[in-house]
């Protein structure tokens, strides 16, 4: 299975971005796909996360600015990330969680993002 992002960039505080992520088989592989996030000497963090049966979670520091979402007709998950801040700077990686409970042990390569003015 391949997971490949895009949508990264640079852009200004309170600027918006929209990640996207393709994958290789159908999205019903997956209990949930998620989007992670790698700060400079951070630890990965996740951000957000949809189940199969649509339900959506999201972490405190993003809610009410980003969203995830998916379209189950073409296997791919979106992040629509609003009102960014320079905090929201890091790699983004969308992932793969086979079963409930177990890991996200499908990666893509990440996606740049940097918030700067």
């Known amino acids: 299975v391949q997971l490949v992002e895009s949508g990264g960039g640079l852009v200004q505080p309170g600027g918006s971005l929209r990640l996207s992520c393709s994958i290789s088989?159908?999205?019903?592989?997956?209990?949930?796909m998620a989007w992670h996030r790698q700060a400079p000497g951070k630890e990965r963090e996740l951000v957000a996360r949809?189940?199969?049966?649509?339900?959506?979670e999201h972490v405190d520091s993003v809610k009410d600015r980003f969203t995830i979402s998916r379209d189950t007709s073409e296997n791919m998950v979106f992040l629509q990330m609003n009102n960014l801040q320079s905090e929201d700077t890091a790699v983004y990686y969308c992932a793969g969680q086979r079963d409930d409970g177990e890991p996200y042990n499908y990666w893509g390569q990440g996606t740049q993002v940097t918030v700067s003015s």
């Open positions: 088989r159908s999205i019903y592989t997956f209990y949930s």
């Open positions: 949809i189940i199969h049966s649509g339900e959506t």
